[in-house]
């Protein structure tokens, strides 16, 4: 299937093209900006999602009507800004990081952007934050950006503990174009992609760096 639509995001999405869509489509309020720039302005990783994305996710909460949603890899909370904002009033999302520093820099943001009462940031490595997180569950959505070599063990958790009809994201889906290569990391990844294509009905959007999209059946 190496054909034109394989090749269409290079040969068409230059770096110009997708300044003029993020900013037309999935432009930034101050709060959105100040989240998207804490990265690079607290000296972390830079490994946000793009705003095109960011705006997808929020907007697939918005159509799913999802209210209880689960985030892996919190960063400094833009992802976790834009799920939260398209969260009816009585929603909630649980958004869980590792690093401490991390976590403190997305409380600030989420509280900015005005949802702190409807996200809480839970510090912690995440399979063990999972298992205490999943007497709240079912839940409608979950969303997974976090270390690459578990996307496996979260992909079961989130089988598990999603309702049916309820939505799997996983960023990061061609794990930065090593997907196929011989590395415990990408077979991890690709046990992901395999398994949750026998739980969910899936997609593979072609982001940047791909988002599985799945619904539970
Ligand atoms: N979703 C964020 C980006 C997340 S980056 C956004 O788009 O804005 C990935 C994050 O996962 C990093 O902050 C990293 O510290 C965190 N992380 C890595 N391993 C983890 C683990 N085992 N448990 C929880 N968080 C982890
Ligand atoms: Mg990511």
């Known amino acids: 299937m190496a054909d034109v639509h394989s090749r269409a995001g290079e040969r068409y999405a230059n770096a110009d093209i997708r300044a003029y869509v993020d900013q037309l489509h999935a432009g930034h309020d101050l709060p959105l900006q100040r989240a998207f720039e804490a990265p690079e302005r ?53 958004t869980i990081e590792l690093d401490p520093k991390h976590a403190a820099v997305a409380r600030t943001r989420l509280a900015e952007a005005g949802v702190a009462d409807q996200a809480e940031v839970l510090q912690g490595a995440a399979l063990e934050v999972l298992t205490r997180l999943a007497p709240e569950g079912p839940f409608d959505a979950v969303f997974i950006d976090a270390d690459k070599g578990n996307y496996d063990r979260y992909g079961r958790w989130a089988r598990e503990h999603l309702r ?14 090593r997907l196929l290569e011989d590395t415990p990391e990408a077979g991890a990844m690709r046990r992901f ?25």
């Open 164 to 177: 049916p009809g309820g939505l799997l994201l996983g960023d990061n889906a061609y794990f930065f174009g």
């Open 193 to 217: 992609h395999e398994e949750a294509a026998q739980a969910f009905d899936t997609v593979c959007i072609p982001t940047p760096d791909g988002l599985l999209l799945g619904i539970k059946r």
């Open 42 to 94: 607290e000296g972390m990783p830079a490994i946000q999602v793009g705003p095109s994305e960011g705006k997808l996710l929020g907007m697939l909460i918005a159509l799913t009507g999802a209210r209880r949603v689960v985030e892996v890899g919190t960063l400094a909370g833009y992802s976790a800004v834009r799920m939260a904002r398209a969260l009816p009033r009585d929603g909630r999302l649980w």
